[in-house]
């Protein structure tokens, strides 16, 4: 036994820089972290170590369009467990074009806090 | 009776229509350029983008993380609001001596002579062929984008058992988005000690879903007689060759290729644009025109870019280059040439005029490296215009380097320890 603490090396996603971090858990249970460029490396690396979130993107058919798809993501990101009971709500959508870029088409999916939106803009049929 | 075709003249003419040619349009119309005219083969706008569900897009020209879609249609109505004319359903046939364009339009065909062209055209993904993998020709092989655009804009399931070859983004995209389909992703395979998309994929894409990425390792046979069966899949040495003996046979019905894109210069050449055999695209000076007057790159078709932000940030510059262009205005002087040094692959732009100062680099290192320091030296003098310390360096990563100086000599873009 050891009282220093684990180190988790983990690369931050937040943008394409990518910094490689060095995490160590610390005894009052955060994290102490190394390698960041900025300050948002310290929060991803709590967040990333301590209670993943991941935002998803997929896309549903929809009813009434030539343009056959309509791709979706979410408002925010949620907790990584939820990410196939998130899927299973979104593949029961069928939208009605029109649909527009931004439009809610699940409000607070799962009780996450997370909307599921619309990605791109689709005309009704004419 | 031959018909006259349908004529029009334009400022600057832009071909292709994803992020990097919306972007010049708008560029081109910034800089003051009266008509500018997008020409989009596909039915909508965007290009790619429209396939790329996923976000990630948008953090350097939005400030905030969006899907492809989004960002496509945001940079469209940008451009149609600040009066760029776009025309859909048209492919560029040929690009001729004077910029007269050969389109085959909606309403038929017509001929655009413009003031000033961006190549926009962006990339073609690499195929079986062309890395040249030995089997059967079985149904369920795809390259990792036409996969893509089957599953988000078709609605087409590819397979039940797939396997990645190649650790390109595109493919690690798609070993998450076949796992959001019920799809069993059971491998990706890298021929190369190290992976070549970007960090965050591979723990977005891979790590979180258990898919295991296996480096130094290629597919050498196809098995199956009307559909995939399997794949054989071997370790190689140093030399990149397939070390008898290390063979796995792995049961699947679907192969997808992420080995790589190649810029699509096909109508560049037809114009007589010089090529880099480094970049696949266009030479380019550092006011992105290609050795072509008035013709310039952008984006995709000039170098394979890892960021659509990026693309669209040097259709930007080109746009407002091929403004200037078509307003009359001719660079002059001497040119001097940039060339990939130590650990580098390639440096963009090939060539710069002498005197030109705030010139900014992109390069691509060779190999993965730590703690190196890029430097732009003049060949002659060793004079160092400028140095950038990187703790890390990939080669999945355009990276940029500005030399704030004014250039006059050769120069040389090396990595150093």
């Known amino acids: 036994m050891t009282d220093r603490p684990a180190v988790d090396r983990l690369t931050c996603v937040l943008c394409p820089v990518g910094c490689e971090l060095e995490v160590a858990r610390t005894a009052a249970g955060g994290v102490a972290v190394a390698g960041n460029r900025c300050d948002k490396g310290v929060s991803f690396a709590e967040e990333e170590v301590l209670r993943p979130k991941r935002n998803l993107a997929t896309s549903v058919p929809a009813k009434g369009t030539a343009a056959r798809m309509v791709s979706v993501r979410l408002s925010a990101p949620v907790p990584r467990e939820m990410i196939f009971p998130v899927l299973a709500e979104i593949g029961k959508l069928r939208p009605e074009a029109p649909v527009r870029r931004g439009q809610v088409l699940i409000a607070d999916v799962l009780g996450t806090g997370a909307d599921v939106l619309a990605t791109r803009t689709v005309r009704g049929q004419t | ?417």
């Open chain 2, 1 to 417: 009776m031959a018909e006259t075709p349908r004529t029009s003249d334009v400022d600057v003419a832009v071909i292709g229509g994803g992020p990097a040619g919306l972007a010049a349009a708008l560029g081109a119309k910034r800089a003051g350029a009266g008509r500018v005219l997008v020409l989009e083969r596909d039915r909508t706008l965007g290009g790619i983008l429209n396939q790329c569900v996923h976000d990630g897009f948008g953090l350097f020209l939005y400030k905030e993380t969006i899907s492809g879609p989004e960002y496509a249609e945001r940079l469209a109505e940008n451009a149609l609001r600040e009066g760029v004319a776009v025309e859909t359903g048209a492919m560029v046939l040929d690009l001729g001596p004077d910029r007269l364009l050969r389109v085959n339009a909606r309403g038929g065909y017509s001929l655009v002579r413009a003031g000033a062209v961006v190549l926009a055209m962006g990339c073609r993904e690499r195929t079986r062929d062309m890395i040249g993998i030995p089997g059967t020709r079985p149904a369920g092989i795809y390259t990792a984008g036409s996969a893509q655009r089957l599953v988000n804009l078709q609605n087409l399931r590819v397979g039940n058992e797939a396997v990645i070859l190649g650790s390109g983004d595109i493919g690690l995209i798609m070993a998450r988005r076949l796992t959001f389909e019920g799809v069993r992703v059971k491998g990706v395979f890298e021929i190369m000690p190290w992976a070549n998309g970007l960090e965050r994929n591979i723990r977005q894409c891979l790590m979180d879903f258990g898919i295991p990425l296996e480096l130094r390792t290629t597919v050498v046979e196809i098995r199956g007689r009307d559909r995939v069966e399997s794949v054989v899949t071997a370790e190689v040495d140093d030399r990149l060759a397939p070390v008898a003996g290390t063979e796995t046979v792995v049961p699947c019905d679907t192969l997808l290729l992420s080995v790589g894109l190649v810029p699509e210069n096909e109508l560049s050449k037809r114009a007589g644009v010089e090529l880099s055999p480094l970049t696949g695209g266009a030479v380019v000076d550092e006011t992105l025109m290609t050795s072509v007057p008035g013709v310039f790159s952008c984006g995709n078709v000039l170098h394979i870019h890892d960021v659509a932000d990026w693309a669209s940030f040097e259709g930007f510059a080109a746009g407002e280059r091929a403004a200037r262009y078509a307003a009359g205005e001719r660079p002059a002087g001497r040119t001097v040439r940039v060339s990939a040094g130590p650990e580098v692959r390639y440096a963009l732009p090939q060539t710069a005029r002498a005197g030109a100062a705030g010139v900014e680099w992109s390069f691509r290192a060779v190999r993965p490296l730590r703690d190196v320091r890029v430097e732009v030296r003049g060949r002659d003098s060793g004079r160092i215009y400028a140095r950038r310390k990187f703790g890390r360096i990939l080669p999945s990563e355009l990276q940029k380097i500005r030399v704030r100086a004014a250039v006059d000599e050769d120069l040389e873009v090396g990595l150093h320890d």
